[in-house]
């Protein structure tokens, strides 16, 4: 029995100091390993299509989404999203692509990164920024930061833009810089 007492005696400080010795003591590493719960959902290549009385109003493609509960609703596109947004007779009118985007399910509202391109078919302007919100119950699509719109040889610059979630009403918020050039 001494015996087995004084190999546990002996073996604790090991185990303690080895156990010790493993911790980096950098907390922010432990935090962002709190952080990264594991989704409720993961859906791998998606093809989503919104419509309304049968008509198509919105294609949404990604090729990851997830989805968390806790601690509040929320789907993230991590590797992108394109959204393609049609008229009545099926004719894509717009789209917004971007990097990033992480959609706040209980608020209805949607935020996208990183490179985004909103691209309006109808005026033929493409525009360049680096974020949008996408307010769904107020109807609304807009960005309060810069913005480099390009149509044909014409780039124009504005400090945001801002439209209807149809997007059949886009506008450059306090636009300058009208810069034609020749090809």
Request: with cysteine; proline share 4%.
């Amino acid at each position: 029995m001494r015996r087995k007492a004084r190999l546990l005696l002996l073996a604790f400080p090991f185990s303690l100091l080895t156990s010790l010795a493993s911790c980096t003591g950098d907390m922010s590493e432990i935090s962002r390993f709190e952080r990264q719960t594991p989704p409720d959902q993961e859906v791998k290549q998606a093809h989503i299509r919104r419509s309304e009385q049968a008509r198509l109003q919105i294609e949404v493609d990604a090729p990851l989404i997830r989805q968390y509960k806790e601690p509040s609703p929320r789907t993230v596109y991590p590797n992108g999203v394109e959204l393609r947004f049609y008229d009545e007779n099926r004719n894509i009118k717009s789209s917004i692509r971007a990097d990033k985007a992480i959609s706040y399910d209980d608020r209805n509202i949607m935020k996208a990164t990183d490179s985004v391109v909103v691209i309006d078919y109808a005026s033929g302007d493409t525009i360049y920024l680096d974020d949008l919100i996408w307010r769904d119950a107020e109807d609304v699509i807009f960005s309060n930061h810069p913005v480099r719109a390009v149509n044909g040889n014409r780039v124009t610059y504005g400090d945001g833009f801002v439209s209807d979630e149809q997007m059949t009403n886009l506008r450059i918020t306090r636009q300058r810089g009208v810069i034609e050039f020749e090809e």
